[in-house]
């Protein structure tokens, strides 16, 4: 009796035991891409819980395996919940790649080695037609586009995937636990392509710091804002929140602006506008947008748009200054639901024309895509939308966008409520760029 007692209280106690098995500490895991901006290179950063080396070994498909290797540095990353957990992000820039060569890889360390994944080596030229996948508001927990997404990618599909805000719901919950485990997840689809990052309200907990450890991208702003060129594209991506968690510093808000600025006159330089005339922005609240909700968007003195008059001094609105230097597409997340408008500027309709509004359009075309599919579920629009809302759904899906050339851009949206059905497209036709694109 006293033996199987031992044996029961030995039993009772194994979950215990189980549930306090730490992770493999040495193995890599969350393994995900993303591009500097530097032609013939890329990022690659993944996860260890104990401090490793950070190597990626690689090779061309098809050549001898791992015949090159590359190593970087691993930070570490404290979360600020209760259990202060720590982990090792390490990050490793290949250069000197072959533009559109496709490569294998691993990484990790002589103390364990991921999957093996593969990529191809962005196209450097001008020419070059990018192929996106656009979305935002993607969780741990109901992604319902996920698995489309993951045979798409892998079936490349895409050159680029573009997550506009709102992961995880959220990285931080549960000690970090879900930021890992969301950051697995998407390694299916962001190991094959660069996976480019802006912030949402989501990622707000210990002032972002899930969001601006976990991703790598251009810059010196912790992927807070940065711009990149691909194809006929010079894309801006964006931190909107700066305008709601004031908390976090107003001057951020201000430091973005100037930056903003600085990076649209740079892009608007005839030279340069010559090579990547589509200006493109990404961020995460939209300007305008017709949910049944009390967000940003619905109020027509939308902060991202007009600005904060309740600030000392007060702080500049993103619409004019977009407006001004020929912003041509501008992408938002934050609601659930998919919404094209008309070309819009200061709360009215400027399209090209009545029977072609997006050949020559007068102002920026706005697109809404947030319904990848997160906890919250989608989102309910208002029925009576004003003049500048388009078409609208509120299906899980997801967006397609390919910069065809300095003319052409296609922009469509998948519905994967019906299997992946394109419920909506449009062509974006200009043969002028720039302010002078709106006379
Ligand atoms: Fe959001």
Request: charged share 20%.
């Amino acid at each position: 009796m006293r033996c199987a007692g031992a044996v029961w209280a030995f039993l009772g106690l194994a979950p215990l035991l189980v549930m306090s098995v730490p992770p493999i500490w040495t193995q890599p895991e969350q393994v995900h891409l993303s591009y500097t901006g530097v032609p013939g290179s890329m990022v690659v950063t993944w996860t260890t819980f104990n401090k490793t080396e950070s190597v990626v070994e690689y090779g061309f498909v098809g050549g001898r395996p791992f015949e090159m290797s590359s190593k970087g540095d691993a930070t570490l990353f404290v979360d600020s919940g209760k259990e202060k957990r720590r982990m090792f992000i390490h990050r490793v820039t290949l250069r000197g790649l072959k533009p559109t060569a496709a490569y294998v890889y691993h990484c990790g360390s002589d103390g364990g080695w991921s999957d093996v994944f593969y990529f191809t080596a962005l196209n450097d030229s001008s020419s070059f037609s990018p192929r996106f996948a656009l979305y935002g508001d993607l969780g741990n927990e109901n992604p319902q586009s996920l698995a489309r997404l993951q045979k798409e990618t892998q079936q490349g599909m895409y050159d680029v995937i573009l997550h506009i805000g709102d992961f995880a719901y959220d990285m931080d919950e549960d000690n970090a636990r879900i930021g890992d485990e969301f950051m697995r997840q998407i390694q299916s689809i962001a190991a094959y392509v660069p996976y480019m990052t802006c912030p949402g309200n989501h990622e707000n907990a210990y002032n972002f710091s899930n969001y601006r450890n976990r991703f790598s991208m251009p810059g010196n702003t912790e992927s807070l804002w940065y711009s990149w060129n691909l194809g006929s594209a010079h894309i801006i991506s964006l931190s909107t929140e700066v305008y709601f968690y004031l908390k976090f510093g107003l001057e951020l808000l201000f430091r973005q602006y100037e930056w903003l600025k600085k990076d649209l006159e740079e892009a608007n330089r005839p030279e340069n506008r010559a090579q990547r005339p589509w200006i493109i922005t990404m961020g995460h609240r939209p300007m305008y947008c017709s949910d049944d909700d009390q967000d940003d968007c619905t109020r027509f003195d939308s902060y991202v748009r007009l600005g904060r008059t309740d600030t000392k001094p007060p702080a500049p609105g993103l619409e004019d200054l977009f407006y001004r230097y020929g912003v041509d597409v501008e992408l938002w997340a934050h609601e659930h639901t998919y919404e094209r408008l008309w070309p819009v500027y200061g709360d009215k309709v400027y399209n090209g024309s009545f029977e072609q509004p997006y050949v020559n359009p007068k102002a920026p075309v706005h697109i809404i895509t947030g319904s990848a599919g997160c906890r919250e579920r989608t989102d309910r629009f208002n029925p009576n939308p004003k003049g500048w809302s388009a078409f609208r759904s509120t299906d899980y899906g997801y967006s397609r966008m390919q910069v065809f050339n300095a003319t052409h851009l296609y922009l469509e949206q998948v519905s994967d409520d019906q299997d992946g059905k394109v419920i909506d497209s449009i062509w974006v036709v200009k043969e002028k760029h720039g302010v002078s694109a709106w006379l």
